[in-house]
């Protein structure tokens, strides 16, 4: 099983500052990695799939970078809704797929 | 768009079977993607459960296998879980979600907006 390790854990960002989260995998999983972004009380949203594909009605501001084991989403210019945790996951080696632990970004 | 709904009971008692299903509207299961169960526990990360085609063809997560099965009803557009023999630890948050990429591969969208299910007598 590959684990995904995401850091930090909590990442304290201004509002209108850029966040740089990390994603390493235990082994190469290619490009096949997502990212998720999931708010309190919420479902987690698809923000990037194949490491820098945004999804569907995802913001330029959010970025997507890496292949291997290590990756990066970029947050630039945060807004007060991109305040989340958010989550990663390699689709790469199955089964299973599995996620990393979250980054919770939070207001500085 | 797409939209899907889990339901099912909120709380099971410990050694006895978790059942959830998942309702997808506009969108026909039989037009195709593979279609997922996933699962927080409180305060934790996500872990993939298990995916189903249209067809009927499953895989599971290894760690859970022996316990879980995943069937689609193509007459009632939905798909459901069933984990058996449950736990404190099955304690979580259950969603399901639509698989995209194929068999070989699987990221998630939408998500449903997620059932707790507590484990306690």
């Known amino acids: 099983e590959i684990v995904m390790t995401q850091s930090p854990a909590t990442l304290s960002v201004s509002p209108g500052e850029r966040a740089t989260l990390s994603c390493r995998a235990s082994?190469?999983?290619?490009?096949?990695l997502a990212w998720y972004q999931q708010k309190p009380g919420q479902a987690p949203r698809l923000l990037i799939y194949a490491a820098s594909t945004r999804a569907t009605g995802i913001p330029a501001r959010f970025s997507g970078s890496g292949s291997g084991t290590e990756f990066t989403l970029t947050i630039n210019s945060l807004q007060s809704e991109d305040f989340a945790v958010y989550h990663c996951?390699?689709?790469?080696?199955?089964?299973?797929?599995?996620f990393g632990q979250g980054t919770k970004v939070e207001i500085k | 768009q797409v939209q899907l709904q889990e339901s099912g009971p909120g709380l099971v008692k410990p050694s006895e079977t978790l059942s959830l299903t998942c309702a997808v509207s506009?969108?026909?299961?039989?037009?195709?993607?593979?279609w997922g169960w996933i699962r927080q526990p409180p305060g934790n990360g996500l872990e993939w459960i298990g995916s189903?085609?249209?067809?009927?063809?499953?895989y599971y997560n290894p760690s859970l296998k022996s316990r879980v099965t995943i069937s689609v009803d193509t007459s009632k557009n939905q798909f459901s879980l069933r984990l058996s023999s449950v736990t404190a630890a099955d304690t979580a948050v259950y969603y399901c979600?639509?698989?995209?990429?194929?068999?070989?591969?699987?990221?998630?969208?939408?998500w449903g907006q997620g059932t707790l299910v507590t484990v306690s007598s």
């Open positions: 979600a639509r698989a995209l990429g194929g068999v070989m591969s699987n990221w998630f969208d939408p």
């Open positions: 082994q190469s999983v290619s490009r096949n």
């Open positions: 506009d969108y026909s299961i039989s037009s195709g993607f593979y």
């Open positions: 189903i085609y249209h067809s009927g063809s499953t």
């Open positions: 996951q390699q689709y790469n080696n199955w089964p299973p797929w599995t």
